[in-house]
C-alpha cells in the first residue's frame, strides 16, 4: 500500500510511505504529523471528516492518496475564496469507520469505557446498523400487506369470474331450452302462464327481501362507522399534535444540551479519576520527581494534592448527578409526548381506514338501493302482466312469450359476457395469483432472514465479546473477566465479584474497549486497515508485544503509531522484537 500526504493538518510538505501487509509500526516525534496522517486514512473511509477537518489552514490545496491493490483512492483539496473544493473516491463512506477503524482517545467508544460508563447499546446499534435491518424489514413487511391485499382482490375477482361463467352456462342452457320448446310448443293454458309468472314474482321477492336485509345491515354498520369517525376526529386533533411536537422539539433541544453537558463532565471525571490514581502511585512510591513536568517536588505534597482532586470529583460528580437527574425528567415527559404523539397518529390512520369503509359502504347501499328499485320495477311489471292475462292464449300469444323470454335471456348473457371481459380472462389472473403467491412466499421468507438477522446481530457481539475476552484477558495475563449482560451493559467480574468498570486500571479500560472494536470489526465491518495510537496505552512491553500478536491478521494492514525521537515505518513479524525495518 502506498500512502501520499501533502498539507494535512500539520504535515505541510509531501510524505511518502509504502506499507506491507501485516503490521506496520509508525515511530515520530510529537507534533510530527502522525494524527494528520492517521486522520488522512480514516478519511478515505467516511466522508464525515470534511475537508476543513483536513486541509491546513495555511494551505491553498493539499491531498490524501492511497494506492491499495491496483486501485488509487484519494480526496484532493482547492481552497477558493472562502470555500474548499474537494476531488475524492473514496475506499468506502460508512462512518462506522470512526468506531472500528481507529483506536485512540478520540474513539468515542474508548473515551466512554474510560469514564467509567457500562453501557454499549448505542454501540452494538451503531456499528451493526440493526435499525436499518429493521426499517427494510418494515418495507418488506407493508409491500407484503399489499401482496396480500392484492392477492385476496384478485382471488375474489376469479371467484366472480367463476360464479358468472356458471351463470352464464345456465343461461346458456335455459336458452338452449327455450329453443327446443319454441320448435316444439303447443299453447300453453292460462294457467300455465300465470304459474310460471308467479314462479317468477315468487323468485324476484325474495331477491328483494334477500337485498332489503343486507341494505339494512350495510345501514347499521355505516352508522356505526360515522359515530366511530366523529370520535376519532376528535382524538385526531392536529392542533394539539402541533403543540406535542413543538413541545418535543424544545425538549430534544434541552436533551442534548444536557446530553452535551453530561459528557463533557463525564470526560473530566474519566481525566481526573486518571489523575488520581496516577497521583496514589506516585503517593504509594513516595515519588520526588512530578511524572508531568518532571520537576522535583516534596512526597509529602501528594496527600494534598489527592484531597484537591478528590473534592474536585466529588463537586464534578454532584454536577453530574444534578444534570442526570434533570435528563431522567426531561427524558420522561418525552416519552409521555411521544406516547400521546404516537396515540395521535394511530387515531389518524384509523380515521383514514374508518372513510374508505364509510365510502366503501355507502356505495354498496347506493348499488343495493338501485337494485332493489329495479327488482320493483320488475315486480310491478310482472303483476300488471299477471292481471292482464285472459283465459286463451293463441299459439302466436305463446310463442311471443317465450321470443320475449329468449330476448330477455339473450341481453342477460351479453351482460354477463360483457362483465367476464370486464374482469378479465380467468387464466391470466390464475396466473397472477400465482405469481403474487410465490412473490408472497419470497417476501416471507426474506423477512424471517431479516429477523434472524437482526437477532443475530444483537446476540452474536455478546457471545463472541466473552470469547474473545476471555481468551485475550488470559493472554495478557489479566485477572478480571468481562461479558455483556441482557441489558447490554458491560460486566466486570474479579475473582467472582462483581465490580464498576471505573474501578480498572486504564491500561484494563482499554483492552476492554479495544476487544469490543474487535469483536464488532469482525462481525459487521470490513475495513482495508485498522489503526492504533500507541502513545496513550499504558501496557507493559511483553503485555504489548502479545497484543501485537493478536492484532496481526485481523485486517490487511494493521498500523501502530508510536511516539520516538527517530522517524521510523516497520513492518512487524511476531513477536516484535523480529521486526526488520522497511523505511526510514
Known amino acids: 500500500m502506498k500512502i501520499r500526504v501533502s498539507n494535512i493538518g500539520g504535515i505541510t510538505r509531501e510524505l511518502t510511505l509504502y506499507m506491507e501487509k501485516g503490521l506496520t509500526l509508525y515511530k515520530a516525534p510529537n507534533a510530527y504529523g502522525k494524527t494528520s496522517l492517521t486522520k488522512a486514512l480514516i478519511s478515505l473511509l467516511t466522508s464525515s471528516i470534511t475537508p476543513a477537518d483536513l486541509l491546513n489552514v495555511f494551505s491553498d490545496e493539499g491531498y490524501v492518496e492511497v494506492e491499495l491493490d491496483g486501485k488509487l483512492y484519494y480526496r484532493r483539496f482547492h481552497r477558493v475564496k472562502n470555500r474548499i473544493e474537494e476531488e475524492k473516491n473514496l475506499i468506502m463512506d460508512d462512518d462506522r469507520a470512526l468506531l472500528l477503524s481507529y483506536f485512540s482517545p478520540e474513539n468515542q467508544l474508548l473515551a466512554r469505557i474510560i469514564t467509567g460508563d457500562e453501557n454499549v447499546e448505542w454501540f452494538i446499534s451503531k456499528t451493526s446498523k440493526v435499525q436499518e435491518l429493521k426499517t427494510k424489514k418494515e418495507d418488506l413487511e407493508k409491500k407484503l400487506n399489499e401482496l396480500k391485499a392484492r392477492h385476496e382482490d384478485l382471488n375474489k375477482k376469479y371467484q366472480e369470474i367463476k360464479e358468472i361463467t356458471r351463470e352464464l352456462e345456465r343461461v346458456d342452457e335455459e336458452i338452449k331450452k327455450l329453443e327446443r320448446e319454441k320448435k316444439t310448443a303447443e299453447i300453453n293454458t292460462t294457467q300455465t302462464i300465470i304459474l310460471t309468472r308467479q314462479n317468477r314474482l315468487a323468485e324476484l321477492k325474495a331477491r328483494v327481501d334477500a337485498r332489503q336485509k343486507d341494505l339494512k345491515n350495510y345501514k347499521a354498520r355505516l352508522e356505526k362507522i360515522e359515530k366511530e369517525i366523529e370520535d376519532l376526529k376528535q382524538r385526531a386533533n392536529p392542533e394539539l399534535k402541533e403543540k406535542i411536537k413543538n413541545e418535543l422539539s424544545e425538549i430534544n433541544k434541552k436533551l442534548q444540551d444536557l446530553t452535551s453537558k453530561r459528557n463533557n463532565i463525564e470526560i473530566e471525571l474519566g481525566v481526573l479519576n486518571r489523575v488520581l490514581d496516577e497521583v496514589k502511585e506516585a ?302
Not at 444534578?322 to 387515531?347: C, G
Not at 310463442?399 to 378479465?424: A, C, F, W
Not at 525521537?565 to 521486526?579: H, S
Request: net charge negative; with cysteine; hydrophobic share 35%.
Open 283 to 584: 503517593e504509594k512510591a513516595h515519588a520526588s520527581t512530578c511524572h508531568v513536568c518532571g520537576s522535583k517536588v516534596d512526597p509529602s505534597i501528594w496527600k494534598t494534592r489527592i484531597d484537591i482532586i478528590l473534592k474536585e470529583i466529588e463537586e464534578t460528580s454532584r454536577a453530574k448527578n444534578e444534570i442526570v437527574s434533570e435528563l431522567n425528567t426531561y427524558l420522561s415527559k418525552k416519552n409521555e409526548l411521544e406516547a400521546k404523539l404516537n396515540e395521535i397518529d394511530k387515531a389518524e390512520k384509523l380515521l383514514t381506514e374508518k372513510m374508505t369503509q364509510k365510502e366503501n359502504l355507502e356505495a354498496n347501499i347506493e348499488t343495493l338501493q338501485h337494485q332493489v328499485a329495479e327488482l320493483e320495477k320488475q315486480i310491478k311489471e310482472l303483476e300488471e302482466k299477471i292481471n292482464e292475462i285472459t283465459t286463451s292464449y293463441s299459439m302466436e300469444t305463446t310463442e311471443s312469450e317465450i321470443d320475449k323470454k329468449l330476448n330477455e335471456l339473450r341481453k342477460k348473457r351479453g351482460d354477463l359476457e360483457y362483465q367476464l371481459q370486464t374482469l378479465g380472462v380467468s387464466s391470466k389472473i390464475l396466473e397472477e395469483i400465482t405469481s403474487i403467491q410465490n412473490q408472497i412466499e419470497d417476501l416471507s421468507k426474506q423477512i424471517d432472514e431479516l429477523q434472524r438477522e437482526y437477532i443475530r446481530r444483537l446476540t452474536v457481539i455478546r457471545e463472541r465479546f466473552t470469547e474473545m475476552a476471555t481468551s485475550l484477558l488470559r493472554e495478557l495475563e489479566f485477572d478480571f473477566t468481562a461479558e455483556i449482560d441482557n441489558n447490554y451493559r458491560l460486566i466486570i467480574k474479579r475473582k467472582g465479584a462483581q465490580l464498576e468498570i471505573r474501578k480498572l486500571s486504564s491500561s484494563e479500560r482499554t483492552t476492554v474497549a479495544l476487544i469490543l472494536v474487535l469483536v464488532a470489526l469482525k462481525e459487521y465491518f470490513k475495513t482495508p486497515y485498522f489503526i492504533v495510537d500507541e502513545s496513550f496505552m499504558t501496557f507493559d512491553q511483553r503485555r504489548f508485544e502479545k497484543l501485537l500478536k493478536y492484532l496481526n491478521g485481523v485486517v490487511d494492514y494493521i498500523i501502530i503509531t508510536k511516539s520516538d525521537e527517530m522517524v521510523q515505518l516497520t513492518n512487524e513479524t511476531v513477536p516484535v522484537t523480529m521486526a526488520h525495518q522497511v523505511v526510514s
